[in-house]
């Protein structure tokens, strides 16, 4: 009896033994299973964000190269004036000007002209070729004209009204215009930069336009530690005279060149030219620009303030230092003859330097 209590003993811790073993092995197994799992999840969660990474780099590729795409399609853009944007999709073919000092710039540019203003020809007298169309004048082009001509490109300036209105209409036809403003040498360089650009012909914007530059700085750096002379700056017309100082393109010169404008001084000369003034700082120079009919501008002068008694006393004049200027130099914008305006004016100040 003893003896089959034992055995049966046994047998229950036998029994009890695999039924552990069975249940470590198990666990044992699911673990192995979580862990296959977990790896799994954590190497499909990888998968998914590598695939993630992957669209986010392609939608960034596709959208620089979209861009690229963009940009390589514009020919040429830049800022003008007005700070408008202008954008050329194409390089133009067909150029209408408004300005003829902007006509002969591109004409400098190496650029082909279909229509210009009779500025053109009455100021500048430029050998055009008969094919192109006078657009009207300056102050009052003709619409109606430079749309017919189907331009691709149209060069205006920001101070003439009739421009402004203008590029509403061209902006409606979708013709490309851009704003120039010109006054002194490096406005007229930076414009000849941006019209060589579109031309292509870099090597012109060179030639017209830093050879221009050097000459003048040649000139400055002779005069750089000469004393200066007070001067007045007159510009004469038909109807009357006024001084002029920094807005005025040869004052820019002048200052250049170590000059003291007494208009700097006495802002009431910009309005009125008063001799009162004029004696009492008696300017060493005094010059002279006209506008409009030179001839009927100097009778005016003779008509005005050379009849005052006290004129032919003045400095200026007893030394013969009352001259007036060329327009082509001093009124007009001298262009790519921008340093000869220079050495004309630093011939006459400074003698003794350039002979």
């Known amino acids: 009896m003893f003896r089959k209590s034992t055995i049966i003993t046994l047998l229950l811790i036998g029994l009890i033994a695999q039924l552990l073993s069975a249940c470590v092995a198990d666990s044992a197994v699911s ?46 853009s830049f800022v003008d004036a007005l700070e408008n944007t202008v954008v050329l999709e194409d390089k133009p073919g067909r150029v209408v000007s408004l300005v003829g000092s902007y ?9 082909d002209l279909i229509g210009v203003t ?19 004048t300056i102050k009052d082009p003709n619409l109606e004209t430079i749309l017919d001509l189907s331009p691709d490109f149209v060069l205006l300036s920001p101070d003439i009204e009739s421009h402004v209105k203008a590029a509403a209409t061209l902006k409606k036809a979708n013709i490309p215009h851009g704003f120039f403003k010109v006054e002194h040498f490096e406005d007229y360089l930076e414009m000849l930069d941006i019209c060589t650009h579109i031309t292509g012909n870099k090597d ?9 530059k050097e000459q ?4 400055l750096l002779k005069v750089e530690n000469q004393e200066g002379s007070d001067i007045l700056f007159i510009r004469a017309m038909s109807r009357g005279a006024k001084a002029k100082y920094d807005d005025n393109m040869a004052c820019k010169i002048l200052e250049d060149l170590g000059t003291r404008n007494i208009a700097a001084r006495h802002e009431s000369l910009l309005e ?11 300017p060493e120079y005094i010059f002279v620009v006209t506008m409009g009919d030179s001839e009927k501008a100097i009778n005016a002068l003779k008509e005005g303030i050379e009849k005052d008694p006290a004129w032919s006393n003045l400095t200026a004049v007893k030394k013969g230092n009352y001259i ?3 327009k082509d130099l001093f ?11 220079y050495e004309y004016l630093a011939k006459i100040l400074y003698p003794e330097i350039f002979q």
């Open 31 to 76: 673990s192995k299973d979580s862990q296959k799992q977990e790896v799994g999840s954590n190497q499909n969660n990888e998968v998914i964000n590598n695939q993630e990474i992957n669209e986010e780099d392609n939608q960034e590729n596709n959208k620089e190269t979209k861009e690229e795409s963009n940009e390589n399609s514009v020919y040429y």
């Open 103 to 111: 006509a002969e710039t591109w004409l400098l540019a190496g650029g």
């Open 118 to 136: 009779n500025d053109v020809i009455s100021e500048r007298n430029l050998d055009l070729s008969e094919d192109i169309e006078i657009v009207g």
């Open 204 to 212: 012109l914007y060179e030639k017209y336009g830093l050879k221009v």
């Open 216 to 219: 003048i700085e040649e000139i």
């Open 272 to 282: 009125d030219l008063s001799m009162e003034i004029i004696i009492e700082e008696d």
């Open 324 to 326: 007036v200027l060329p």
């Open 331 to 341: 009124h007009y914008k001298p262009n790519a003859r921008w340093g000869e305006s």
